[in-house]
């Protein structure tokens, strides 16, 4: 059993689900100094009805000054954290100054360029915020407008992180010649989104195909990162499946969306490689073929996909598909991390701590790859490493810094974690458990008292932050900024212009609501580590 001292918990069914469909809508046209026209606004709300159709919790955004840009963009990054799909769009200008892209708000003045950096919102605090969700992170930059009075450089390409994928218009000030309201672009992608019943990557590669179409090849979607292979639809699953539940695997895919999947797969496409690879590998699947599915993966590979790496690793340290090689699978997961994949750094610290694949227990080669994969977010990595600080097993950390990656953990919606959480909270020590209680109160989850004991409250109030129950947030609470704050993830460059609760200063809390009862629950201090290798659970 590839456990220490714990019950493997398979994911739960989220039946009560919070809005596990966001999107922000960001449309300036009434800039200062400047005539102001119909076409972001127009855009914005094309945008806006058809997201809205299909379930979107939408935050629309049109002429806004730079306060409220940034105060919505913090809040929809808190949104965005318990949701599957977040997408934001932007219609307004953007300005290149120093080697960096910045959304420009309606009071943004266009010089000197350090005002433009104070009143501006930089790029990757925009994909910091849709990064934030569960499963699929989209962001899309319409260029029509993006040009103000031709007083900008060339804009950097977006350089998202892993998992998110941006899609702009093309050339700057490219808007296509029919003078419609809302523009081509918008226009398109608006009938795109509309459409029920599409996985997300058929519905962007019928949007590319549409707008080259509708615009005489004047324009083109350019894209710049991958969206994580997870199977996902806009709009229409559950109508179609009668679930609550939206989550799904690409075995649930119908024979049209398989058949699109296998056709994308063959043209290249590396994420419809992966989806492809992922239904051909499943035992349960009419169309199982480990063998295709390997062939998939190592076309896949040859791109530098760090996920395909990650994938066929998993066959050959199984033999599915290929010949059982643990050093094989051991080299795939090793060149996987290289390249920032989190799930291959917490494969490779559980591999490291029980001597798997033929290595020697090193926990301290452990702890490190467990600390690199928290520090990406990836949940159950941040529950181990949480476990691992609450033994004393890592220096210069404490029951506040456990504390800060459960939460983090929560807020990620790993299930398993929830029911650990929830069913075993005697994994943790008394502190760690307060301090996490601490955290909860921080955040307007819990109002209770700091006693370590997780009665009724405490349990609402870890539901309510992995996203279960819809709780009141009681003003803008935040977290304590004496604790210890962890890294942004590899790649993102920490913006204080606009940020998440998280980064934020805590807000006083009542007096007797942090009153602390020091009685610990029985038992609950007993040395435990709790590790989680999800991806191996069901084999073992």
């Avoid at 379930?55 to 913090?74: H, M, N, P, W, Y």
């Avoid at 290149?96 to 266009?110: C, F, H, M, Q």
């Avoid at 998992?163 to 490219?174: K, R, W």
């Avoid at 008394?430 to 909860?440: E, H, I, V």
């Amino acid at each position: 059993m590839r456990l220490t001292t714990i019950l493997l918990m398979l994911i739960l069914p989220i039946a009560a689900a919070a809005q596990d469909r966001v999107a922000m809508v960001i449309g300036m046209s009434a800039y200062e100094g400047a005539a102001a026209t119909d076409g972001p606004r127009a855009d914005a709300e094309a945008l806006t009805e058809a997201l809205s159709g299909q379930g979107f919790d939408v935050t629309t955004l049109i002429d806004v000054e730079s306060a409220a840009l940034k105060q919505g963009l913090s809040n929809f990054a808190f949104q965005a954290e318990t949701a599957d799909i977040a997408l934001i769009y932007y219609a307004g200008h953007r300005i290149a100054s120093g080697g960096e892209s910045y959304l420009i708000p309606i009071d943004a003045p266009l010089a000197p360029a350090s005002a433009l950096r104070k009143e501006g919102v930089p790029l990757p605090a925009v994909l910091r915020a849709a990064g934030k969700a569960r499963e699929i992170r989209l962001v899309v930059l319409d260029n029509c407008h993006a040009a103000p009075l031709q007083m900008t450089g060339p804009l950097p390409p977006p350089e998202p992180r892993q998992g998110t994928l941006v899609i702009t218009s093309g050339e700057v000030g490219a808007c296509g010649d029919s003078g419609e309201s809302p523009g081509i672009f918008a226009a398109t992608l608006a009938d795109a989104l509309a459409e029920p019943e599409v996985e997300i990557g058929a519905m962007l590669d019928g949007f590319r195909a549409a707008l080259r179409s509708r615009s005489g090849g004047t324009l083109s979607a350019r894209r710049f990162g991958r969206l994580n292979p997870t199977p996902t639809f806009i709009g229409g699953y559950e109508a179609v499946k009668g679930a609550e539940d939206p989550r799904l695997e690409w075995s649930d895919l119908d024979d049209t969306q398989s058949e699109h999947l296998v056709e994308l797969a063959g043209n290249g496409d590396t994420r419809s490689q992966l989806g492809l690879a992922a239904m051909l590998s499943d035992p349960d699947n009419p169309r199982y073929d480990p063998e295709t599915a390997a062939q998939n993966l190592q076309r896949a590979v040859a791109t530098g996909s760090p996920e395909a790496r990650f994938q066929l690793a998993q066959l050959y340290e199984q033999g599915r598909g290929v010949a059982q090689d643990q050093a094989r699978a051991l080299a795939l997961y090793q060149a996987a991390a290289a390249r920032g994949h989190a799930g291959a750094l917490n494969d490779l610290g559980f591999i490291h701590l029980q001597g798997e694949l033929g290595q020697e227990p090193d926990p301290e080669a452990a702890l490190d790859y467990f600390r690199r994969a928290a520090d990406r977010r990836h949940p159950a990595a941040m529950f181990n490493f949480a476990a691992m600080i609450d033994d004393g097993k890592v220096p210069g950390r404490g029951a506040a810094d456990a504390a800060l990656y459960l939460y983090r953990a929560l807020r990620a919606g790993d299930g398993t974690l929830l029911g650990l959480m929830q069913d075993e909270p005697q994994l943790f020590n008394s502190d760690t458990r307060k301090a996490l209680q601490r955290k909860l109160s921080d955040f307007g989850f819990y109002d209770g008292p700091i006693d370590g004991l997780y009665g009724a409250g405490t349990q609402a109030a870890i539901r309510a932050a992995f996203g279960l129950e819809a709780l009141e947030m009681q003003g803008q609470a935040t977290e304590n900024n004496t604790e210890t704050e962890l890294p942004d993830p590899v790649g993102e460059t920490p913006t204080p212009a606009v940020s998440s609760p998280e980064d934020t200063p805590a807000e006083e809390r009542p007096a007797e609501a942090l009153k602390v009862n020091a009685k610990p629950e029985p038992g609950a201090d007993d040395d435990v580590t709790p590790v989680l290798r999800p991806k191996q659970a069901e084999r073992e």
